[in-house]
């Protein structure tokens, strides 16, 4: 088993910053990659960022390409998104997730486990 659970969102104005973190924990050793996706209302869930947890490459959603990073934490078993130059239509629910099989999938469904959601509020 694997926890995972999401921190660090909140309201804020358009063109601001938020950080997001992600701390997982219980059987990380066998984490694949972990990622970020997001659920604004009405809308399916979409994947914004990736990243192997052993680290090295990353991938983003071309929306988010420029303005968000995806970053390993090793010392507190975390991943962390650091979202700048935020616009209202980043406005979503973020989640993190965690894959146990290899694979570079985009996909909610390739993904195993889930945190709880953390709410993005972005207004102009």
């Known amino acids: 088993q694997v926890q995972l659970v999401e921190s660090g969102g909140g309201s804020v104005q358009a063109g601001d910053s938020l950080r997001l973190s992600c701390a997982a924990s219980?059987?990380?050793?066998?984490?694949?990659?972990v990622a970020w996706f997001r659920q604004a209302p009405g809308k399916e869930r979409e994947f914004v960022a990736g990243l192997l947890w052993s680290g090295g490459p990353t991938d983003y959603v071309h929306s988010v390409k420029g303005r968000f990073t995806i970053s390993r934490d090793n010392a507190q078993n975390a991943v962390n998104l650091q979202m700048n130059s935020l616009k209202p239509e980043d406005t979503a629910v973020y989640y993190c997730?965690?894959?146990?099989?290899?694979?570079?999938?985009?996909?909610?469904?390739?993904?195993?486990?889930w945190g709880q959601g953390t709410q993005v509020t972005v207004s102009s």
């Open positions: 997730a965690a894959r146990l099989r290899d694979g570079w999938r985009t996909s909610p469904a390739e993904y195993d486990y």
């Open positions: 219980g059987r990380t050793f066998s984490i694949f990659r």
